[in-house]
């Protein structure tokens, strides 16, 4: 499909949507370039979804715009899904029908051309690995086969872009496994936003990531940039008496928190009967660690391990959408 030379593929500007007299977006801008893959990620209820049925013509904002390829979806609405392939969270599937019949549907209503059906559906049997099942009901195909006809209903077309919103979810961890290589897959050569729960994935599958809460953008950067955006280092210790009973959870609290340079000091696990985990919290630019060794040794205990831990995306995440960091807006586009 022609799409211009350059530009982004989908641009929203100011999007914003009213459901009587609740704000569900307020404001979102954001831009998604040609081949990236990215990671749309919220709490529930933070406005992911209606975002993206937005994003797709099939709910209308209440105010602000969003562009395909250049081309305004509410004056082009055509146009603008013929560019678009839309995988929701509940795949719009017939359960009636054969596979092979609904691809065939699919490719109908997509307005493949009568000549290349034939290849555009053997195209989508291969990529989603759909061979074994082309003549069963689609009632009888376990949540992975549903998920990977979806897939291909989307794709059919060849879009510009696709929009997959929590495509692994209901999955065992074998599926998941299948539909994140087939995504990957799929960043190569098409540019796809990925809306998940599942943040390991986000961080092994996506280029960027946009992270709404409360219906508004509060972050937009690359996953190890919103990674290493954590209000401190993180450091990890695990002790046991000498002999006798484990140490008192609150007092070695009390001790560790007097160390300088300690922001927060919260329960972790252990390492079998005996012991005790700690996840301490450092201040912005501390290294508590020989603060936190003195301690330990003052107490009278066994210090079993104390590492530096690597900041995490699911740190970071639950600080935006929690509202601790409501100022930081990422690099808004």
């Not at 013509?57 to 603008?80: F, H, K, M, W």
């Not at 691809?103 to 690995?129: D, N, T, Y």
């Not at 006809?149 to 495509?167: K, R, T």
């Not at 003052?298 to 210090?303: E, I, P, R, T």
Request: hydrophobic share 40%; proline share 6%; net charge neutral.
């Amino acid at each position: 499909m022609a799409t211009p030379a350059s530009g982004p593929v989908l641009e929203t500007r100011g999007l914003t949507k009213r459901f009587g007299g609740t704000l569900a977006v307020n404001g979102v801008s954001f831009q998604v370039q040609r081949g990236e893959i990215l990671g749309f990620l919220g709490p529930n209820g933070a406005g992911k979804t209606t975002t993206l049925r937005m994003a797709t013509g099939t709910l209308r904002p209440s105010a602000g715009e969003v562009r395909v390829a250049g081309l305004d979806v509410s004056a082009a609405p055509l146009e603008t899904r013929r560019r678009i392939g839309y995988l929701p969270e509940n795949a719009p599937l017939y359960d009636d029908m054969q596979v092979l019949d609904f691809l065939r549907l699919a490719a109908a209503l997509r307005e493949v051309p009568a000549r290349g059906r034939r290849a555009a559906i053997s195209a989508m049997v291969s990529r989603c690995g759909l061979a074994e099942v082309l003549g069963k009901d689609i009632r009888q195909l376990s949540k992975g086969y549903r998920q990977r006809v979806g897939l291909a209903q989307a794709m059919i077309h060849d879009p510009d872009l696709l929009i997959l919103d929590e495509p692994t979810s209901g999955l065992d961890p074998n599926q998941i496994a299948e539909i994140r290589t087939l995504i990957r897959e799929l960043g190569r050569e098409k540019t796809v936003i990925l809306s998940t729960h599942i943040l390991p994935e986000v961080q092994a599958t996506c280029d960027r990531i946009v992270i709404i809460a409360d219906g508004r953008l509060v972050a937009d950067d690359t996953p190890a940039a919103l990674a290493a955006r954590g209000s401190g280092p993180v450091v990890r210790l695990v002790v046991r008496a000498q002999a006798g009973p484990p140490p008192g959870l609150d007092e070695l609290r009390a001790r560790l928190s007097a160390v300088p340079g300690v922001a927060a000091v919260l329960p972790a696990d252990g390492e079998g009967e005996g012991s005790l985990g700690m996840r301490v919290q450092a201040a912005q630019g501390a290294d508590p660690r020989p603060g936190l060794f003195a301690a330990v040794v003052a107490a009278g205990l066994v210090l079993l391990d104390l590492h530096r831990e690597s900041a995490t995306l699911e740190d970071t995440f639950r600080r935006l959408t929690l509202g601790a960091d409501e100022s930081e807006g990422g690099r808004h586009a």
